[in-house]
């Protein structure tokens, strides 16, 4: 079944110690979507990729990045994880225009 | 500014009994609209979507939902629900136009269903 795959699906990491969260898709969509999602709130988009091109919400902290090697794979990076950084992260695919989102199982990211 | 109510944060139901949940959204022409379910520890699941034309939406798992222009609202309806039924429902609206579908989500209504 195509589907979006988000690895690992607990990530356990240190104050500070970088960390990073994967994404892949076999919809062969051409957009993908990270999202934060904290305890019994709605998902916060971070930011999204439409094909190569990168486009960062406004008030997405500069602690996080992403990267999009190929169309099936993206990246999220925390470069110094705070414990405010505790959170599930989902990931999105979608067709271009008018299209629903596909998400993934999301990664719950712990921080000690 | 655009925006989505939900003005239920919690429900509670019987087993076999009908639920309605509530989405308002505040958005400068008609936009998408979509509901998403989820589980404990899951992502978010697709219901239905409503681009145009039957303002009456069926979607998966006996799940319905009526567009109403004249009020801002999308609800989300089911007749007889399940135990299954018991998780976070998320009413999502979608830009009219554009290249990629960027959601505004409200926050989320939590359905128990009690036996």
């Known amino acids: 079944d195509a589907m979006v795959i988000q690895n690992p699906r607990y990530q356990v990491t240190q104050f500070g110690k970088p960390v990073t969260l994967s994404c892949s898709q076999t919809l062969n969509h051409n957009v993908m979507y990270w999202y934060q999602q904290k305890s019994s709130q709605a998902p916060k988009l971070l930011f999204h990729y439409y094909d190569k091109d990168f486009n960062n919400e406004a008030d997405t902290p500069d602690n996080f990045q992403s990267r999009r090697p190929n169309t099936s794979f993206c990246f999220l990076d925390i470069r110094s994880p705070g414990l405010g950084d505790a959170a599930m992260y989902l990931c999105a695919t979608s067709r271009e225009g008018r299209q629903p989102q596909h998400f993934g199982d999301g990664t719950r990211l712990s921080i000690l | 500014a655009q925006s989505v109510t939900q003005p239920d944060i919690h429900i509670t139901v019987s087993e076999g009994a009908s639920l309605e949940l509530r989405c308002n959204y505040s958005?400068?022409?008609?936009?998408?609209l979509f509901w998403y379910v989820q589980s404990p520890g899951q992502g978010l699941q697709l219901l239905l979507k409503y681009f145009s034309g039957d303002t009456l939406v069926q979607g998966i798992k006996g799940f319905e939902a009526e567009f109403k222009r004249s009020q801002s609202s999308f609800n989300l309806r089911k007749p007889s629900v399940h135990w299954s039924d018991a998780a976070e429902y998320f009413c999502?609206?979608?830009?009219?136009?554009?290249?990629?579908?960027?959601?505004?989500f409200g926050t989320g209504t939590l359905l128990a269903v009690q036996p």
């Open positions: 958005y400068g022409a008609t936009p998408y």
């Open positions: 999502a609206v979608g830009p009219p136009g554009g290249a990629t579908n960027k959601l505004i």
